[in-house]
Nanobody, 124 residues
Framework: HVQLVESGGGSVQAGGSLRLSCAAS????????MGWFRQVPGKEREGVAG????????YYADPVKGRFTISQDKAKNTVYLQMNSLKPEDTAMYYC??????????????????WGQGTQVTVS
């Protein structure tokens, strides 16, 4: 049974920073890809950032490039999303995700296999 538990969400003013954490049950090596998606009410979930847990390569959505950084701590089975220069349009529910085969391909996001419960980020 896979569990992804997010933390670190909250409210921040525009220009501020937040760091989200995702603790995965078991070794994150079990999931070749981990990442973050987000969703605004009334809109579809969208990919934000992903990391290949084995090799460490990363992938970002265009709106967050240069502002967000995804990283991992294999010893803690945890993936992080450092969010800087936050904008009101970053307001959303953020979900930690994991995938076994792939999370992105050819410039598009793939559907993750596993989802966390989500953590709210509000930028005003």
């Amino acid at each position: 049974h896979v569990q992804l538990v997010e933390s670190g969400g909250g409210s921040v003013q525009a220009g501020g920073s937040l760091r989200l954490s995702c603790a995965a049950s078991g070794h994150i090596y079990r999931h070749n890809y981990m990442g973050w998606f987000r969703q605004v009410p009334g809109k579809e979930r969208e990919g934000v950032a992903g990391i290949y847990t084995v090799g460490g390569s990363t992938y970002y959505a265009d709106p967050v490039k240069g502002r967000f950084t995804i990283s991992q701590d294999k010893a803690k089975n945890t993936v992080y999303l450092q969010m800087n220069s936050l904008k009101p349009e970053d307001t959303a529910m953020y979900y930690c995700v994991a995938a076994d085969v792939g999370l992105w391909y050819g410039g598009s996001w793939l559907t993750p296999n596993y989802w966390g419960q989500g953590t709210q980020v509000t930028v005003s």
